[in-house]
């Protein structure tokens, strides 16, 4: 294939099409906003499923160093009462199809197998122009251009690569994330280290949560759920760690001890994520040269399906280019129309998997999701 390709972001899924492209022999560039590979912390842990995110990993040929990351009995998972009553408990005994890994270790390998080079760091885009004939023009922050043949905007939430083929905005769930991190808590923050025990903890009630998973070592990284309106939380001052510490604890007033701690003993400042998603079932029609990935495609809600599907579509886009290497159309047609039902599927699941998470009948209809069967209240 001598059609120049180049990919925006050099997430999970703009990596993994790279990768795949080059274990079929056809160059290509990835061009990153980011200075450097390390330039911000990468998040936490991934769990990697048997479906579509270890399929990707296959057709990219890393299975034995994914293998490698793997931390063990990380797939185990509990859910509590506010009360700190274990109401399902979960171990992990080693069959599952989701291993945990850190998701900077699994992006790490990903750049190791890439040619030198492949990736240019430093190349914040700010605007893309569709030229005729299939050629895109990409104009970066610091005013230098190129001009391809095939545009993948692997670029997530805000692409700057989407507008060529659709109008769609991400909006607001009507949720959002505060991030907090214990370290070393086996010795120093006992209790919550014992409430999330080995793998993950879930501690639900109607319209907030506090989740959390083990990382290396002892290290518990929680996520704290609220449904909140974007207004509740920008009246938040979070340059005032403590203060905004102790205004989402105040949500969670009443509940055990050991999993406020997740909140009010944190190591770090919280960090506010406020969670967006493009309409469910996000499509367009085939605009030639252009194609998505990831959350450039169909962001939505957190799942645990988003690095999966990314790294999927970076891999079956690739796949479908070297079936097709002098047809650049007929792989991006064959990509998109498995790709959209897909896409469209995950996102289903996820909000109804939310529901169950923070609707009305919370924590119970999530075990009884889990366990097949009403549990009594």
Request: no cysteine.
């Amino acid at each position: 294939m001598t059609t120049p390709i180049t990919i925006i972001g050099a997430g999970l899924g703009g990596l993994t099409l790279a990768r795949v492209l080059h274990v079929h022999g056809i160059p290509v560039t990835v061009y990153e906003a980011e200075p450097s590979p390390t330039a911000r912390s990468q998040g936490g842990m991934l769990d990697i499923h048997d479906y579509n995110g270890q399929l990707a990993l296959k057709a990219a040929g890393l299975m034995d160093e994914f293998r490698g990351l793997i931390l063990e009995g990380r797939q185990a998972m509990r859910v509590l009462d506010r009360d700190g009553t274990v109401l399902f408990d979960k171990a992990d005994d080693g069959t599952g199809g989701r291993p945990e890994v850190h998701r900077g270790e699994l992006r790490q390998i990903l750049l190791d197998s890439l040619p030198v080079g492949t990736v240019r760091w430093g190349h914040k885009v700010s605007s893309t122009r569709a030229l005729g004939e299939g050629r895109q023009k990409v104009t970066f922050a610091d005013g230098s251009t190129v001009v391809t043949s095939l545009l993948v905007g692997a670029d997530g939430a805000w692409s700057r690569v989407r507008p060529l083929l659709s109008d769609a905005t991400p909006e607001y769930v009507g949720r959002s994330f505060v991030e907090t991190w214990l370290f070393d808590s086996d010795t120093r923050h006992p209790a919550a280290a014992k409430a999330v025990g080995g793998g993950s903890l879930l501690a639900l009630a109607p319209g907030k949560g506090i989740q959390a998973h083990r990382e290396s070592g002892g290290t518990l990284h929680t996520y704290v759920a609220l449904s909140k309106p974007q207004d509740w939380f920008a009246a938040i001052d979070f340059t005032d760690p403590a203060a905004a510490t102790a205004r989402i604890a105040q949500e969670f007033d009443g509940w055990a001890p050991e999993l406020t701690e997740l909140i009010t003993d944190s190591d770090t400042a919280p960090v506010l994520r406020l969670l967006n998603s493009l309409p469910i079932g996000h499509r367009w029609d085939r605009v030639p040269g252009v194609a998505l990935v990831g959350d450039a495609a169909h962001l939505s809600a957190p799942n645990g399906e988003g690095a999966n599907l990314a790294m999927y579509d970076g891999a079956e886009l690739g796949k479908a280019l070297a079936a097709h290497p002098d047809d650049i159309e007929a792989a991006l047609t064959e990509y998109e129309q498995a790709m959209f039902p897909r896409s469209t599927e995950a996102a289903t699941e996820g909000a109804e998997l939310h529901g169950l998470m923070f609707g009305g009948n919370a924590p119970h209809s999530l075990i009884a999701a889990f366990t097949g069967h009403e549990q009594a209240q």
